[in-house]
């Protein structure tokens, strides 16, 4: 599958609760329609972590990628998000400054109790027919 010009990809876990909501919360805010989706567990979402050699058993939270730029990981993907999204969002990114180790410790925090919090689908939501072209593995 060809990738989407000029879009940043998030791949993230499909059967969390919580991500399929951070999804739904991004795109109700990505008003210059910069984001596509794919989850993790697609063939699509494993390819894309393979060729970045992402070891999707250690990383299973969201990634983020630039197509020809970059990828990012963990909160500096969920703070890069943020830079593209409406509102005060763009502000959120100035947490970048603080040191990664301190950001992923407590992103790690929160994605190791995101099921127990949250919960988990056995499967991947199907998103509304509105959504739909935002995803590329539907």
Same mark, same amino acid.
């Given at each position: 599958?060809?990738?989407?010009?000029?879009?940043?990809?998030?791949?993230?876990?499909?059967?969390?609760?919580?991500?399929?909501?951070?999804?739904?919360?991004?795109?109700?805010?990505?008003?210059?329609?910069?984001?596509?989706?794919? =989850?993790?567990?697609?063939?699509?979402?494993?390819?894309?972590?393979k060729?970045?050699?992402?070891?999707? =058993?250690?990383?299973? =939270?969201?990634?983020?990628i630039?197509?020809?730029?970059?990828?990012?990981?963990?909160?500096t993907?969920?703070?890069?998000?943020?830079?593209?999204?409406?509102?005060?969002?763009?502000?959120?990114?100035?947490?970048?400054?603080?040191?990664?180790?301190?950001?992923?410790?407590?992103?790690?925090?929160?994605?190791?109790?995101?099921?127990?919090?949250?919960?988990? =689908?056995?499967?991947?939501?199907?998103?509304?027919?509105?959504?739909?072209s935002?995803?590329?593995d539907?």
């Open positions: 599958m060809d990738l989407p010009e000029n879009k940043k990809i998030v791949l993230f876990d499909g059967v969390c609760n919580f991500c399929n909501a951070s999804v739904r919360f991004i795109i109700k805010r990505d008003k210059k329609d910069s984001f596509r989706f794919a =989850s993790l567990q697609s063939d699509l979402g494993q390819k894309l972590a060729e970045r050699n992402i070891d999707t =058993s250690k990383v299973d =939270s969201i990634i983020l630039d197509p020809g730029n970059a990828y990012y990981i963990k909160s993907a969920a703070l890069e998000i943020c830079k593209d999204l409406n509102g005060l969002y763009p502000v959120l990114s100035l947490f970048l400054f603080l040191p990664e180790g301190l950001r992923n410790f407590i992103y790690d925090f929160v994605a190791r109790h995101r099921y127990q919090w949250f919960g988990k =689908s056995e499967t991947c939501p199907m998103p509304s027919e509105k959504e739909q935002k995803f590329l539907t």
